[in-house]
């Protein structure tokens, strides 16, 4: 066979560290630690937005979250942008797991299949509210193997998340989408294909049939974890770790113990996701596609789990902001190449395209990495820019937010986020990271002498021509990509 093929594997809410080839010491993951040893390994990966739809359609579009208008969840990706699977000629192409930009259940976006995961968020944000109830494919799964929707609204009956994490393995939902992509691959093997999987964990709700895999009482807990917000850190910063410690998920994250058991779950989620990429990629061999196959794993963004004593993303922290990112090209090397240096993950579209040998169209905004993969040029990184659109109802106004805005929380954020709130950050080469916030909050931090981001360094004289370098560096790039969000000047 001398067609090239793809299979891009991304999770949600996955930590760069939780990879032994970016220094986990902890979680489980052999057979991601088995593909990084035949892969080119981005150890410094970002995404373009630290939050699940922002970053998925970034992923697939090669675009900035400002130019393919998504730049919060729940809203729908516009039909005339367009996605990896309709700039493939002569590709069969599949799109399996969460989608989360739009309509869950209907194939769309040039994508020939489409296997669906997820049946609330399709009712969430469906794009036509008139048309008829569909159920998600795992949904029709369960139904045949006996289960109960366990939700309901009205008289719409749909399983939730937490339904397939109290199941056997067998039934759960990375089991559910590696049989799908062994039926592909078993189907395509005779002809090019592009196969995207996105599992939903290691996302909330941080549960799966690993729960007690890992003791708690081993949990060693992040290095920052006792970090104190003072008066000066951002206030979004402080009400994300005071609602963290009042609520938190499923349980308050009140003290040690329960951060334990936290982390101790999501450890489990991402040894369990582990284990059925490691099913994807024994089809892969089973169906003999390992020689013309690029293998890409990725997540959407990271999560804070317990560092600073935060939870959760939407913050420009590095446990937020990046992620894994592998490239293993059987026609290039086998061999382990790490690549040391800021990327970001709108370089994703146009890498696997001229790995295909496929044209780069002109919309694009990312730039490709194949010559990287190559070995064609010596690479240290390139100036990554991220963007956050904070709105007031997802920050603080939401139900699950009451009682918890005490006085000295509830005024500065109702003045600092009366309405939405643009940020933008740069994460040049040489290891320095400033964010601008419409609050005036900004940020200014050396990674390569505070690489916990302990030290907010953006009042002090000795750094304004940093500042003065990086703002420059931002409104570069706003006016390359047309960002019109506007910061106040120096």
Not at 225 to 235: G, K, R, W
Not at 245 to 256: A, I, M, V
Not at 377 to 384: A, K, L, M, T, Y
Request: hydrophobic share 35%.
């Amino acid at each position: 066979m001398n067609h090239r093929n793809v299979i891009f594997i991304f999770t949600d809410q996955q930590r760069f560290d939780t990879l032994k080839v970016n220094g986990s010491r902890s979680a489980q993951a052999p057979n991601l630690d088995a593909l990084s040893q035949q892969s080119v390994v981005f150890r410094e990966a970002y995404a373009a937005q630290p939050v699940c739809t922002p970053s998925r359609a970034t992923i697939l579009t090669g675009l900035y979250p400002h130019s393919h208008g998504l730049v919060k969840n729940n809203q729908i990706l516009r039909q005339d942008v367009r996605c990896i699977a309709e700039h493939l000629d002569g590709y069969r192409s599949a799109y399996m797991g969460k989608w989360h930009l739009g309509n869950e259940t209907s194939r769309q976006h040039g994508f020939d299949e489409w296997v669906s995961i997820e049946d609330y968020y399709y009712r969430k944000i469906r794009d036509n509210v008139s048309e008829p109830e569909i159920n998600c494919a795992y949904h029709d799964f369960l139904v045949k193997q006996g289960f109960v929707p366990d939700g309901e609204d009205g008289e719409y009956r749909f399983f939730t998340r937490d339904f397939g994490t109290r199941i056997p393995a067998e039934y759960s939902k990375p089991a559910f989408l590696a049989r799908e992509a062994d039926r592909f691959l078993g189907e395509n093997r005779d002809r090019p294909f592009a196969l995207y999987i996105n599992f939903l964990e290691p996302h909330p709700p941080y549960r799966s049939v690993n729960d007690d895999l890992y003791n708690p009482d081993d949990i060693d807990l992040p290095p920052n974890f006792d970090f104190e917000f003072d008066d000066q850190t951002p206030i979004k910063y402080r009400f994300k770790a005071h609602y963290a410690k009042n609520r938190g998920r499923h349980f308050p994250l009140t003290d040690e113990k329960a951060w334990r058991k936290q982390i101790a779950r999501y450890r489990g989620c991402v040894t369990l996701i582990d284990t059925y990429v490691g099913e994807v990629l024994k089809s892969l061999a089973r169906h003999g596609l390992e020689d013309n196959t690029l293998v890409v794993f990725t997540s959407d963004h990271g999560d804070m789990m317990g560092d600073m004593g935060l939870l959760g993303k939407g913050v420009m922290f590095q446990p937020s902001v990046r992620v894994p990112l592998l490239f293993r090209t059987p026609w290039l090397s086998l061999q382990q190449r790490l690549i040391d240096g800021p990327v970001n993950l709108v370089d994703l579209v146009p890498t696997i395209l001229e790995a295909l040998d496929q044209p780069l169209p002109d919309a694009i905004q990312g730039k490709s990495l194949y010559p990287v993969l190559c070995g064609e040029q010596p690479f240290d990184g390139d100036d990554v820019f991220i963007q956050y659109h904070e709105d007031p109802r997802d920050l603080y106004r939401k139900q699950k937010y009451e009682g918890l805005l005490t006085p000295e929380l509830k005024e500065p954020l109702e003045r600092l986020y009366a309405e939405p709130v643009e940020e933008r950050s740069v994460v040049t080469r040489d290891r320095w990271r400033l964010t601008l916030t419409q609050t005036g909050e900004h940020e200014l931090y050396n990674l390569n002498e505070d690489p916990l981001e302990r030290v907010n360094l953006y009042g002090s004289r000795e750094n304004a021509a940093v500042v003065k370098e990086l703002r420059a560096k931002i409104k570069a790039w706003q006016a390359r990509y047309g960002d019109d969000a506007a910061f106040e000047q120096e």
